[in-house]
């Protein structure tokens, strides 16, 4: 009984063993066949993509870094003789292997089965043109006698570039090659920076636009200015704290934003502390668009501000954080949505902690997907003086005010998409009071004797 055990034991061990082998052969085998190369002619290689396209970039400045995957499927292994940029050492373009940047690499094995991984990047040298242009190359693959190539293509685009730069004073930036900013661009105290209709301004990661004097940035409803970050493709366009924002310092004053888009910073616009005895407002923003913050579109402390005919949308804290101060808001749509973040702030923060608070709102829209849009912290340490006329408003309380409309739909177009046009039969329709000194919506369409309330007239 001993015997015949340990025998059928012997032979499960004898099986196992074959089978342990056999496998070694084959993977010893099938790892042959993968590093035994093949002078085949049919022996291509493949690619994850026959085109590799950057967006615009700026010139003087690199491009994110793009990949490629080269395949060999077939079972042998193949030497790639050539792998080259066709314009060389002159090519706008850069290519790493294996760790290494060149424009040549030579004889390389890649088994089969296998795949490379090629990194690519853009450098676009000035060209002093104001529109973009494109500029193209290829990666040649070599193998076996066979010639394959990935096209490469990127738009270049010159630019004015402001790097810690101090501007002279009584400035003038017009359309044409955009601004670029790197570091910050500061505003003196005494000067003027007018911007003119159209202008672009793109501004690298931390940087930011410090005014000390005046920023006059004049658009115009067909010609936009546009502050943004500097990441130009798609995939970059709607997002947020790509850079600082414009920060306006104690003592500057005068400034004016009209017809401006401010896009995709952190906080759009900071005002810090002017401690003067009037209300003439240190900052007015009109018919604009401030959208995608990581935290405001604007943050004031113990200022002056007007805004009319503005929208404001779409950051993760407060849209307006506005502690102590002047402050004054005309036909606005003030709406934020948790679309793209999770929300734990009001659009509206109102408060006194840092001085008397008054602040009028009139015809204005302040909505949004939380309860309650509209937060107050009022103190008996100081003066408040808060008060809402013929505005549509998502609030817990009852504000002060007559012909406000509480917790109504406003009903916009497409509050998804950002579109924060009035559907027919908004509530918003006709529930305005005319007010002579603004005649015109945020697009420059007439107001009529009944407006509606927010940015745009229906």
Same mark, same amino acid.
Request: charged share 20%; net charge positive.
């Given at each position: ?54 967006? !615009? ?36 373009? /850069?290519?790493?292997? *294996? ?62 570039? @402001? ?11 017009? /359309?044409? @090659? ?21 202008? %672009? ?117 407060? &849209? ?12 606005? !749509? ?22 008397? &608070? ?5 015809? !204005? ?17 100081? *003066? ?7 505005? &549509? ?17 406003? %009903? ?10 009035? %559907? ?35």
């Amino acid at each position: 009984m001993h015997e015949s055990y340990i025998k059928a034991k012997l032979m499960k061990l004898y099986k196992y063993l074959y089978i342990v082998f056999a496998l070694c052969i084959a993977i010893t085998s099938c790892n042959r066949k993968k590093d035994k190369l093949t002078s085949d002619p049919n022996a291509l290689l493949s690619f994850s993509a026959n085109k590799i396209l950057f967006d !615009t970039l700026f010139t003087s400045t690199g491009s994110v870094t793009k990949r490629l995957k080269v395949f060999n499927k077939n079972k042998n292994a193949v030497c790639i003789t050539s792998v080259q940029l066709a314009g060389g050492s002159n090519s706008h373009f /850069k290519i790493i292997v *294996n760790g290494k940047s060149s424009s040549t690499f030579s004889d390389l094995i890649l088994a089969g089965g296998d795949s490379l991984l090629v990194l690519i990047s853009a450098w676009i040298n000035p060209s002093d043109k104001e529109l973009p242009y494109l500029v193209e190359d290829s990666i040649m693959f070599t193998t076996n006698g066979n010639l394959q190539s990935v096209l490469l293509q990127a738009y270049g685009q010159d630019a004015h570039f @402001k790097t810690n730069a101090v501007i002279s004073c009584n400035e003038v930036w017009k /359309k044409g @090659k955009p601004y670029l900013i790197s570091g910050s661009l500061t505003v003196p105290q005494g000067c003027t920076l007018t911007i003119e209709k159209g202008t %672009k301004i793109f501004c690298r990661k931390n940087a930011s636009m410090q005014v000390y004097g005046t920023l006059l940035a004049l658009g115009s409803k067909d010609s936009l200015i546009l502050f943004s970050g500097d990441q130009l493709s798609k995939i970059y366009q709607n997002t947020p704290g790509q850079w600082t924002g414009i920060i306006f310092h104690s003592n500057s004053k005068n400034n004016f934003i009209q017809h401006t888009k401010i896009i995709n910073a952190e906080t759009a616009l900071t005002i810090h502390r002017t401690d003067d005895a009037d209300t003439l407002p240190e900052l007015t923003i009109a018919n604009s668009y401030i959208l995608n913050m990581t935290k405001s579109a604007l943050k004031a402390e113990a200022t002056d501000v007007y805004v009319y005919n503005s929208v404001f949308s779409n950051t993760a804290s407060y &849209l307006l954080h506005c502690n102590g101060g002047n402050y004054y808001f005309y036909h606005n !749509t003030f709406a934020n949505f948790e679309y793209d973040y999770f929300r734990e702030s009001a659009a509206l923060y109102l408060s006194n902690i840092s001085g008397a &608070l008054y602040c009028r709102s009139i015809n !204005t829209i302040v909505w949004g997907n939380r309860a309650d849009e509209i937060q107050n912290q009022n103190t008996a340490s100081a *003066n408040w003086g808060v008060a809402y006329r013929n505005c &549509l408003l998502k609030t817990t309380s009852l504000p002060v005010g007559s012909g406000n409309l509480l917790n109504i739909d406003p %009903k916009f177009e497409n509050e998804s998409k950002k579109d924060y046009r009035l %559907k027919a039969g908004s509530p918003a329709v006709d529930a305005g009071i005319p007010m002579a000194s603004i005649s015109t919506d945020i697009e420059g369409k007439l107001r009529d004797y009944h407006p509606d309330v927010g940015a745009y007239e229906k």
